[in-house]
């Protein structure tokens, strides 16, 4: 057996031949042994380093084995102590065992006894220090479940629902803080009342009937309480045995979900009947041609087939408007983190779009673009869709030869970019609705005018993605501006 690798053990004794007797018998066991002559050697030596046992012998010439025992416990080394004595009485045997000794070992002893007693005491120290990394493990794993238990906690406290638990006697077991809020109450005012009479009032009385006859399923309903809709849930829970321990109460606030959702089914309403006039013009022009109720000559069907071509050619618009929104919803967003990106080409694109049109109702264009402006941040094919609707708005709602005018200039941080026309405006009442989706101005010079309402929500969605804003100033019968701001690249 390698030399140390059973134990470090420390031999103090003042006598040299029993301090290198034992020190020769124990290294021929396989212990390590250091020697100490005085108490004082011993404590230095235990400093520094661990040891495993120490040996003491009761009489030192500095400090008695009793004040070296005293010494040790005091400063808590993690050692096994034996006293060794030839004076040995009843007193000092007391005494060191007030000292905490672990054994106590008379002189003489025959090398088997030391031997006996040292693998004893380090048998013992190994089962403590075992014993010790057991507890110290309980422990932690106590302060994890502490942890956990008070994550719950803060977990049910801060849950937006509001939550009750109440328990087989119908008090209150636990409740966090939205319920306490929606009860005009605090929490430590609600714990242990009956439910019955914290959720008074007849805008509870549903949940009360709930809870007073109890389904074994859970229950789900929804509620009023002023403008704001809530759902219900009340389930029941069990221990592991399956008894019934008590329930629990949710009460949601659904009101943005049933906003949302209405929203959702206007639109497809109105989407339904975007779709519904024009087929239904087109299946009347189709009616008459069939019916040839314009006579056998192609020709005198020819108007009522372009505007059938009209109406087609806006269902396609159409579809192509209702692609682009759900597109937008489902794609990520772009924002900030798009390259920038130089707006001229774009603009010269759109603008070349529009050309024949400009042309053909005698607008003046003009395009301007600040000198060196830096890059904006979208990207190029939303930059392009939101031009495209705006400068053919400012295109189909202006006059005769009027203006029309885009400016890409530089606002503070952010690039501006202005599209104005000299037009028919917009009723300033009529100015907060115009971004939102199917909105048309309905009036007399408007009417004609071909479109779906869907522009202007798809250029807002799509600055917004961008992280930007669309802002309008509009005098009815003078002209609108439209005006994009979009974040500038560094
Ligand atoms: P669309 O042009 O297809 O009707 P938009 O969403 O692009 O749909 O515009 C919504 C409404 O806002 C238009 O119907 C129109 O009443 C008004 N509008 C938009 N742009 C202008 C403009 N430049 N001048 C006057 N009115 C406009």
Same mark, same amino acid.
């Given at each position: ?7 470090r053990i ?15 018998l124990?290294?021929?066991?396989? $212990? ?53 004595t030839?004076y ?15 054994f106590?070992?008379?002189?003489p002893?025959?090398?088997? +006894? ?9 048998r013992?120290?190994?089962?403590r220090q075992?014993?010790?990394e057991l ?61 019955e ?9 549903p ?25 219900v ?20 606030d ?12 206007r ?44 109406r087609? +050619? ?11 929104l ?9 924002g ?5 990106i ?11 779009? $529009? ?5 053909a ?14 890059g904006?941040?979208?990207g190029?094919e ?38 104005? +026309? ?25 009417r ?11 250029v807002r ?30």
């Amino acid at each position: 057996m390698s030399v140390g690798k059973k134990g470090r053990i420390l031999v103090v004794d003042d006598e040299y031949g029993i301090r290198t007797g034992v020190h020769q018998l124990l290294e021929l066991e396989g $212990y390590a042994v250091e020697e100490a002559q005085t108490g004082r050697d011993a404590l230095a030596a235990l400093e520094r380093r661990p040891f495993d046992l120490v040996l003491i012998d009761y009489r030192l010439p500095d400090i008695d084995g009793l004040t070296l025992l005293q010494a040790i416990r005091s400063r808590e080394f993690d050692v096994m102590t034996c006293m060794i004595t030839a004076y040995a009485n009843i007193e000092t045997a007391i005494s060191a065992t007030r000292q905490g000794v672990d054994f106590f070992l008379p002189k003489p002893f025959s090398p088997e +006894d030391l031997i006996g007693v040292v693998e004893t005491l380090l048998r013992h120290k190994a089962v403590r220090q075992e014993a010790e990394e057991l507890k110290l493990a309980h422990e932690a794993s106590l302060l994890e479940l502490a942890s956990e238990k008070s994550q719950t906690h803060s977990l049910v406290e801060n849950l937006r629902d509001a939550v009750l638990v109440v328990n087989r006697s119908g008090e209150v077991a636990l409740v966090n803080r939205a319920m306490a809020s929606l009860l005009d109450s605090e929490e430590g005012r609600l714990l242990r009342q009956p439910a019955e009479a914290i959720l008074s009032g007849e805008r509870f009385t549903p949940v009360r009937d709930a809870l007073a006859t109890p389904a074994p399923g859970r229950t789900l309903f929804d509620m009023e309480i002023g403008e704001r809709q809530y759902m219900v849930s009340l389930s029941p829970f069990h221990s592991a045995k399956r008894d019934l321990l008590g329930h629990i109460l949710t009460i949601s606030d659904i009101s943005e979900i049933r906003r949302l959702a209405l929203e959702k089914s206007r639109f497809i309403r109105t989407m339904i009947h975007e779709f519904r006039s024009p087929l239904g013009a087109i299946k009347g022009i189709l009616e008459v041609a069939l019916d040839r109720s314009l006579g056998g000559s192609l020709d005198a069907y020819l108007p009522l087939l372009d505007r059938a071509e009209k109406r087609l +050619d806006g269902m396609v618009e159409l579809i192509g408007n209702l692609l682009s929104l759900s597109r937008i919803e489902m794609e990520k967003r772009g924002g900030a983190s798009t390259r920038p990106i130089d707006p001229t080409p774009v603009l010269n694109e759109v603008g070349e779009l $529009y050309r024949e049109r400009v042309q053909a109702r005698s607008l003046t264009f003009a395009a301007t673009v600040e000198p060196d402006l830096p890059g904006v941040c979208v990207g190029a094919e939303d930059l392009r869709i939101m031009l495209t609707n705006l400068i053919g708005n400012a295109v189909k709602y202006n006059r005769e030869g009027g203006e029309l005018g885009v400016r890409v200039s530089r606002a503070g941080g952010e690039a501006r970019i202005d599209v104005s +026309d000299t037009g028919l405006g917009i009723r300033a009442q009529n100015l907060p609705h115009v971004f939102d989706e199917f909105f048309r101005e309905k009036r007399p010079e408007t009417r004609e005018i071909e479109g779906n309402g869907l522009g202007l929500a798809i250029v807002r969605r799509l600055v917004e993605r961008a992280s930007g804003r669309v802002e309008v100033s509009s005098t009815e019968g003078a002209g609108s501006t439209f005006t994009l701001f979009l974040p500038l690249g560094a």
